[in-house]
């Protein structure tokens, strides 16, 4: 299951799906011109092209009208969405068993993947055991769930579902199935309009004024009627295509969460329990049919005709994961809450360890080092999109080794403002009392405190843990208001720029907390494909592969050469010639190289990373400069990298500016 290769199978359905579009309008427009033509007596013989014309313009600006105005109303991402379906954002900071149970396996398999962590909403008024991802891009994902879901699941059960919906946020389905919602919606609008005619009609009073004149109030019916009928064909129409876009896609997220947990037995165990429970996967809300083929199971019941169903049979699915299920369902009764909250991973540290020194002892076990091999970064490259139980067990320990009281610090709007600015703030005193003239000046009191007090508690951690410690913030930044969003980030740009230099840490910080906020406050939009073919970005390729080849040694060095060199052999096992040009190293212009990469093709990011990745290993073994540095890249052009390795204080990259 190749990331870039879902990725480009994502953008592949997207053009499925305007084909088939095209094809149910054109449909419609001949069925309606068919209508018209023989409610006017064919007066112009069988092919009238202005009757034609007219009904075509109609009929399209109609169902285009309809589709753009879903469209709009969705464009606030996933969010919008559950906020539709009757959803609940869930704080950041409850405290609920149930609810801080989800939120812990949410916040673990977003560290995991090497995303940030999703908004969660909850279902609170439906039983039914069901759950969807939804959003434009990872940035402004949400995690939506049932009240059923949470509560009927153990934690395995949950944490197979929770890894089935990230796979949907992986594999690129989230943009698609928010086009598919207003696709359809735009083939329902004929029968809206029908109904509207209908009622109207119904409430007119009868009679003609000439007798060789059609009844308004019978012409009215007969309108409402066809066009009644040609939207519950489009409703066809968009029940067809979601089938053909989304069951395939059930099963390789399925088989994806088997491969996150190594456990079938979690996403197993939940679709069993929907089969065995009394309220099965239905859901109450008038919204749930345009939003049925992003569930994680039939919210619609079953269907007349199976070809309609937006989800393969419950049996089949359970089949695939557990090959040797006899055919019983289970008893589903609500367990005790207090049995199923919690970690998978005990959260008291070894004896003689504090919290943080066993947290660190268990993640170095699970694959951490104070020093990464070329071999594990390989590793993880390898695995973009596609984490493992090894990287949910060391996002777990990476999580656990965030004290608890810091981490209720990160759900809190303010504290995890104050969070952010800590991780910037510098050891030296003397760029240290630059930066807190800076925060007097443009912030309160408390939040200095704050950040002051979080900056000494987090000297000398690893920069995966400091990366864990943004992750977990995000969703209580992303519940800033606009205003309050664009003065964290004019004092973040400031607090950077106070001692004149900015290192690759800051680098990268300023680039995570940009990609995943500003799409949140409508400061950009989901990045179009403009970029097909490497030999497009050739010049900026060569500023990314400058800035790895300027961490392995000087320019003109054997260590910069031998980078540069793995790079270019790299590409060119693809078949890409590429001759880097020689230059200092700038960042702005490695923003803007990697922003120009973020609007290229899946195919041309990879061999981008491939290419980096090349640069890195090329000495045997990868430095924390450099793995900031790969992840950063990765994560701006909307690849996650897996966490690896271990950097300490000390191996804090040298400024570059």
Same mark, same amino acid.
Request: charged letters at 20%.
């Given at each position: 299951m190749d990331f870039f290769q879902n990725q480009d199978d994502a953008r592949r359905r997207t053009r499925r799906l305007l084909v088939l579009f095209a094809a149910s309008v054109a449909a419609i427009i001949v069925l309606l011109y068919l209508?018209?033509?023989?409610?006017?007596?064919?007066?112009?013989?069988?092919?009238?092209?202005?009757?034609?014309?007219?009904?075509?313009?109609?009929?399209?600006?109609?169902?285009?009208?309809?589709?753009? !105005?879903?469209?709009?109303?969705?464009?606030?991402?996933?969010?919008?969405?559950?906020?539709?379906?009757?959803?609940?954002?869930?704080?950041? &900071?409850?405290?609920?068993?149930? @609810?801080?149970?989800?939120?812990?396996?949410?916040?673990?398999?977003?560290?995991?993947?090497?995303?940030? %962590?999703?908004?969660?909403?909850?279902?609170?008024?439906?039983?039914?055991?069901?759950?969807?991802?939804?959003?434009?891009?990872p940035s402004d994902a949400v995690v939506g769930v049932t009240r059923g879901c949470m509560r009927a699941l153990s934690r395995d059960e949950l944490q197979g579902v929770i890894?089935? @919906?990230?796979?949907?946020?992986?594999?690129?389905?989230?943009?698609?199935?928010?086009?598919?919602?207003?696709?359809?919606?735009?083939?329902? %609008?004929?029968?809206?309009?029908?109904?509207?005619?209908?009622?109207?009609?119904?409430?007119?009073?009868?009679?003609?004024?000439?007798?060789?004149?059609?009844?308004?109030?019978?012409?009215?019916?007969?309108?409402?009627?066809?066009?009644?009928?040609?939207? !519950?064909?489009?409703?066809?129409?968009?029940?067809?295509?979601?089938?053909?876009?989304?069951?395939?896609?059930?099963?390789?997220?399925?088989?994806?969460?088997?491969?996150?947990?190594?456990?079938?037995?979690?996403i197993g165990g939940a679709l069993l329990k929907i089969g065995g429970y009394s309220y099965g996967s239905q859901l109450k809300s008038p919204k749930t049919e345009e939003a049925s083929h992003m569930m994680f199971c039939n919210a619609m019941g079953n269907h007349l005709v199976a070809a309609l169903s937006t989800h393969p049979p419950l049996e089949d699915r359970i089949k695939a994961i557990l090959p040797h299920w006899d055919g019983t369902w289970?008893?589903?009764?609500?367990?005790?809450?207090?049995?199923?909250?919690?970690?998978?991973?005990?959260?008291?540290?070894?004896?003689?360890?504090?919290?943080?020194?066993?947290?660190?002892?268990?993640?170095?076990?699970?694959?951490?080092?104070?020093?990464?091999?070329?071999?594990?970064?390989?590793?993880?490259?390898?695995?973009?999109?596609?984490?493992?139980?090894?990287?949910?067990?060391?996002?777990?320990?990476?999580?656990?080794?965030?004290?608890?009281?810091?981490?209720?610090?990160?759900?809190?709007?303010?504290?995890?403002q104050a969070g952010i600015f800590a991780v910037v703030l510098s050891d030296d005193p003397g760029a240290r009392a630059r930066e807190e003239t800076v925060l007097s000046s443009l912030t309160d009191q408390h939040t200095i405190a704050t950040a002051s007090g979080i900056a000494g508690r987090i000297h000398g951690w690893h920069s995966a843990q400091l990366i864990a410690m943004i992750d977990l913030a995000m969703p209580a930044l992303r519940g800033l208001t606009p205003a309050e969003y664009g003065r964290f980030s004019h004092i973040l740009s400031q607090l950077i720029a106070a001692d004149g230099q900015m290192d690759l840490f800051e680098f990268m910080l300023q680039k995570i907390v940009r990609r995943n906020l500003d799409l949140v406050f409508r400061r950009t939009t989901p990045p179009g494909i403009e970029v097909r073919r490497f030999h497009e970005v050739k010049a900026e390729a060569g500023e990314i592969l400058g800035a790895f080849a300027s961490l392995s040694g000087a320019p003109g060095s054997a260590a910069h050469q031998r980078s540069?060199?793995?790079? %270019?052999?790299?590409?060119?096992?693809?078949?890409?010639?590429?001759?880097?040009?020689?230059?200092?190293?700038?960042?702005?212009?490695?923003?803007?190289?990697?922003?120009?990469? &973020?609007?290229?093709?899946?195919?041309?990011?990879?061999?981008?990373?491939?290419?980096?990745?090349?640069?890195?290993?090329?000495?045997?073994?990868?430095?924390?400069?450099?793995? @900031?540095?790969?992840?950063? %890249?990765?994560?701006?052009?909307?690849c996650p990298v897996p966490p690896y390795g271990i950097s300490s204080a000390a191996d804090r990259p040298a400024p570059l500016l």
């Open positions: 209508a018209a033509g023989f409610a006017t007596g064919w007066k112009q013989g069988l092919l009238d092209w202005k009757l034609l014309g007219t009904v075509a313009a109609l009929s399209a600006g109609t169902i285009g009208l309809g589709s753009g !105005y879903k469209t709009l109303q969705l464009s606030a991402g996933g969010s919008a969405l559950a906020q539709d379906l009757g959803g609940r954002a869930l704080d950041p &900071d409850t405290t609920h068993p149930d @609810e801080r149970r989800l939120l812990n396996i949410v916040e673990e398999m977003a560290l995991a993947s090497g995303l940030p %962590v999703p908004a969660v909403w909850i279902m609170d008024d439906e039983e039914g055991i069901n759950a969807f991802a939804a959003g434009h891009t890894a089935h @919906e990230f796979s949907h946020i992986l594999n690129g389905d989230m943009r698609l199935n928010l086009r598919l919602i207003g696709v359809v919606h735009g083939l329902l %609008v004929m029968a809206i309009l029908g109904r509207i005619l209908l009622r109207f009609a119904a409430e007119m009073r009868g009679g003609r004024s000439n007798s060789k004149e059609m009844d308004p109030r019978l012409a009215l019916l007969l309108g409402g009627a066809v066009l009644l009928g040609l939207g !519950y064909l489009g409703v066809f129409f968009g029940n067809l295509i979601k089938a053909a876009i989304s069951r395939q896609r059930e099963f390789l997220a399925d088989a994806s969460a088997v491969q996150f947990t190594r456990n079938p037995d979690s289970p008893t589903v009764s609500l367990p005790d809450i207090a049995a199923r909250s919690g970690r998978s991973l005990p959260a008291t540290p070894p004896p003689g360890a504090d919290a943080i020194g066993g947290t660190m002892a268990r993640f170095a076990a699970v694959g951490g080092a104070n020093r990464v091999t070329a071999a594990q970064a390989q590793t993880a490259i390898g695995r973009i999109g596609q984490p493992t139980h090894e990287e949910i067990a060391a996002a777990v320990a990476l999580s656990e080794g965030i004290p608890a009281d810091l981490q209720a610090v990160l759900r809190d709007s303010g504290g995890a540069l060199k793995a790079a %270019v052999q790299s590409l060119s096992a693809s078949g890409i010639a590429f001759e880097p040009v020689p230059a200092p190293v700038a960042l702005d212009r490695i923003d803007a190289a990697l922003d120009r990469f &973020d609007r290229a093709v899946p195919s041309v990011k990879k061999q981008l990373i491939l290419a980096c990745a090349a640069a890195v290993f090329s000495d045997g073994q990868v430095s924390s400069n450099e793995a @900031e540095l790969l992840r950063a %890249v990765a994560d701006t052009i909307g």
